[in-house]
């Protein structure tokens, strides 16, 4: 299997199959039973990805600001981060602590992510992961300077990318998806998980 890795940013392509790209889909829509998606306010205005989390942490904006918080805006606390995604972050983490949030952006149609830093979490010794479900995404990553110079890679449903050394704090971002790439969704849209260590 070829393997990308710049300035230690990973992909493992297609590291998910069909099946367990469907385990993981089928307990993440457990956990939006309990914690409903939402659409994050910034400053900005709302973000066209939808959210909701997993774990003893979500990530939270509104026009306070953004930050992590136990409970979901309905007051709720997120739900347990399900084993398979657990699984998951064990296999490929590299990490002696557990993830203490998973978060889950939803993409439809034209929803994007703009450039960004994961920097609200306490522990960079620890890696972010991420698993890419649905239609194909096109990430930025660039350096830890928003300036630097960025490259560009395709995701697809069932690659896994960690974030960790030199590149764990690096901006990026989701610059669109390319629709009708997968069937994973009957409606397509693209499913994002991130798990962290936050504490
Ligand atoms: C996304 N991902 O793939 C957005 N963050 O929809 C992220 O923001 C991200 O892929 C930290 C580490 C890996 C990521
Ligand atoms: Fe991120």
């Known amino acids: 299997m070829t ?11 297609g590291h998910l199959d069909r099946p367990a790209q469907e385990t993981l889909v089928a ?18 205005g709302p973000m066209s990805v939808r959210m909701s989390a997993a774990g003893d942490f979500g990530w939270i904006s509104d026009p306070k600001g953004y930050r992590y ?8 606390p997120w739900p347990p981060i399900p084993e398979p995604v657990m699984s998951l972050w064990r ?22 992510m703009g450039l960004h830093q994961d920097v609200d979490e306490q522990d960079f010794d620890c890696p972010v992961l991420s698993v890419s479900l649905g239609d ?40 669109r998806l390319r629709p ?11 499913l994002n998980l991130t798990l962290r260590v936050v504490t």
């Not at 296999?91 to 994007?112: K, Q, S, T, V």
Request: glycine letters at 10%; one cysteine or more; hydrophobic letters at 35%.
């Open 3 to 13: 393997m990308i890795d710049i300035k230690d940013f990973r992909v493992f392509p």
């Open 27 to 44: 307990a993440v829509r457990d956990v939006l039973r309990h914690a409903p998606l939402f659409r994050p306010r910034t400053r900005r």
């Open 69 to 76: 918080e136990a409970h979901h805006p309905d007051g709720q």
């Open 91 to 112: 296999d490929l983490a590299d990490c002696p602590r557990d993830p203490e949030c998973c978060l889950i952006n939803w993409y439809d149609g034209d929803a994007r």
């Open 136 to 175: 194909e995404a096109l990430f930025r990553m660039g350096g830890t300077d928003r300036r630097d110079p960025t490259t560009s890679h395709w995701l697809k449903s069932g690659d896994v990318v960690l974030l960790r050394g030199a590149s764990r704090r690096a901006f990026h971002g989701i610059d």
């Open 180 to 190: 009708g790439t997968s069937t994973l969704f009957p409606d397509g849209g693209r």
